[in-house]
């Protein structure tokens, strides 16, 4: 996705037309609009939650939703996998795919641009299954009634798939058979949030929708202040998205209700900005990034600022969020580890391109990948997470490359899924 930067002209305009619009209601709009925000702001303790960190699963057997946990974390700090990897497999899926999968069962579940949902086999990679949904698929799906995730007595097991045709449609995961499916006649981009016997998902049109998986229709729908494109997150008895409005908003999760909403700080004229990244939530806090260019930790509790980081451009990537650190990327070419607590960058490094996809932090290592402009130019590479140095590179890459249960790590490139497992 492109965005236009405002050139000084349109900069100069606004700053002219806030002198003409002008006095106090406009200076006082401008403080509440986040017109002349200060930058970064760095935190402290207080409210920080250290019991409430992601949870490590040294022999996970399933990572089943985009995140791997409810909280979006998209961290296993207790899974060691490190190089050197022996390629098992590769999957030329044939078009973009733009999430990467989610491993259940013995599966590899995953959407393509092309509409198409498949499953591999987890050990050789041969196609279990493919099915057509109708639409192109721009998320990760949700597996939902497998081992490792549980769904509540008399549910069938789903594979849950949302569309850029605006549905929301539940597959067999043993089979890829159409169980149902649920216009929303929006475009939907974010992941299912599976909790609570529903998923939860965001639309283009600004809704915030939970389904039933037992009745097949929407439970509650709540209004956002723009597009939601980022995965919601759990957190507590709330569901938490950021919009394209510029908002971060807990909606409690029994009716959707708003528990609290929160402005995103912006630069000097230039507003909230907009949200395409999704929440993670870990330590009491709710990390996310904003196409202004800025991180922000808040409360999980009252949506409270507990510290700003403002990035060098625009920040698309969702955070992973594990010992302490958030990890994220930005349009100015580097990975980030930020201190969870204040906001204090730790370190960073230069990739040579753009991110704008989410890391995920496996074990010591941060997996990322880069945007080039010439596709076939973009790299994944594995970084030490607590230095930030380089320890593998993969010759593709794109968006979210990696996910891992035991014994097996899953990158994704391109239009390409590998498999790959420890060199032994």
Do not use: C
């Not at 930058?39 to 303790?45: F, K, L, P």
């Amino acid at each position: 996705m492109r965005i236009r930067r405002p050139g000084r002209r349109a900069t100069a305009a606004l700053a002219a037309a806030a002198v003409v619009l002008g006095g106090a209601g406009a200076g006082a709009y401008g403080l509440v609009a986040g017109w002349f925000d200060p930058g970064s702001r760095e935190g402290d303790a207080e409210g920080f939650l250290p019991e409430r960190a992601p949870r490590p699963e040294p022999a996970a057997g399933t990572w089943p939703e985009y995140g791997r946990d409810a909280g979006r974390t998209r961290a296993n700090p207790g899974l060691r996998l490190a190089p050197p990897f022996r390629r098992a497999w590769t999957h030329d899926a044939g078009s973009l795919v733009e999430f990467p999968p989610v491993i259940g069962g013995g599966r590899v579940v995953f959407g393509t641009n092309a509409g198409l949902a498949v499953a591999l086999d987890l050990d050789t990679g041969r196609v279990l299954w493919r099915r057509r949904l109708g639409g192109a698929v721009a998320s990760s799906p949700a597996l939902a009634g497998v081992p490792g995730a549980p769904l509540p007595a008399g549910l069938r097991p789903v594979a849950l798939f949302t569309t850029m045709r605006g549905d929301v449609i539940a597959l067999d995961p043993a089979t890829g058979g159409v169980r149902w499916r649920l216009p929303l006649r929006s475009p939907i981009e974010s992941s299912p949030l599976v909790l609570d016997g529903s998923a939860y998902v965001g639309t283009r049109d600004g809704r915030v929708v939970r389904v039933s998986l037992a009745t097949r229709r929407p439970v509650w729908t709540a209004r956002a202040a723009g597009e939601v494109k980022g995965s919601l997150a759990r957190s507590g008895d709330a569901v938490v998205a950021g919009d394209y409005g510029g908002r971060v908003t807990a909606y409690a999760r029994r009716d959707g209700r708003v528990r609290w909403q929160t402005t995103s700080p912006g630069p000097r004229l230039r507003g909230a900005g907009r949200f395409y990244a999704g929440p993670a939530v870990a330590y009491g806090r709710v990390f996310i990034g904003n196409v202004n260019g800025r991180v922000l930790a808040l409360s999980a509790r009252t949506g409270e600022v507990a510290w700003v980081r403002v990035l060098g451009d625009f920040v698309y990537s969702s955070a992973a969020v594990a010992d302490r650190t958030a990890y994220v990327g930005s349009y100015d070419r580097h990975l980030y580890a930020l201190d969870a607590v204040t906001g204090r960058v730790r370190w960073r490094t230069d990739l040579g391109e753009r991110i704008t996809g989410s890391p995920t932090v496996l074990g010591d290592l941060v997996w990322v990948s880069t945007i080039a402009r010439r596709p076939r130019d973009g790299i994944t590479v594995a970084l030490d997470a607590r230095t930030g140095r380089r320890v593998f590179t993969l010759r593709d890459g794109r968006y979210s490359p990696a996910v891992a249960v035991r014994g097996h790590l899953v990158l994704t490139g391109v239009r390409t899924v590998y498999g790959l497992v420890p060199a032994r």
